[in-house]
């Protein structure tokens, strides 16, 4: 742990001197665990794609500002999440002026659970991918950042309320995107059985 904490420093150190093979094996090592984070923001690929070459410049215009306390990777994700944030503000894709709606508050019950469970990592990505830009950003800053809805309002220049609303939208679209999902499987499933037999 010392190791691998002393060669971060180093890394970074040199980094700061603009040293060019230092600043590739920080994004060579970093990067993939960041084009995640960054996929989790995108409309697709290509969108995160850009969107982590964007982080990794501001990282290394800031990275004189990282004090070396707390996790250099949750400072990277920070700045991963800002990055995706102003990516889709420049292309107006956020909603802002949604009319919140009354909040319902989500319960999952087992089915939710026992269906979610069933589902890899990426069937998960791929079903968040396919919220409207809105829903999912407020559902990966609250659900997967960990973000409260008062951070989530001044990132995204929203109410507290809209937040909440688009956090309630995204978990019943998510709830219905399974269940059609898991509907869709189980036909298909049974139709198999039937003309084996």
Known sequence: ?????????????????NN????????????????????????????????????????????????????????LRKIMVNSALNFYKRKNLIAKGVNPEHVQH????????SALAKMNHEELLNIIKDLPDGYRTVFNLNVIEGYSHKEIGTLMDISVNTSKSQLSRARRSLKRMVSELFDSEDLRISMVAQSAG
């Open 1 to 17: 742990m010392e190791n691998k904490l002393l060669g971060q420093k180093e890394i970074i150190r040199q980094c700061l001197n």
């Open 20 to 75: 060019r093979q230092a600043q590739f094996k920080l994004y060579e090592k970093y990067s993939p665990a960041m084009f995640g984070v960054c996929l989790r923001y995108a409309k697709n690929s290509t969108d995160a794609e850009d969107i982590l070459q964007e982080g990794f410049i501001k990282v290394f215009r800031y990275l004189k500002d990282f004090s070396g306390r707390g996790s250099f990777e949750g400072w």
């Open 106 to 113: 989500y319960v999952t019950n087992e089915n939710d659970v």
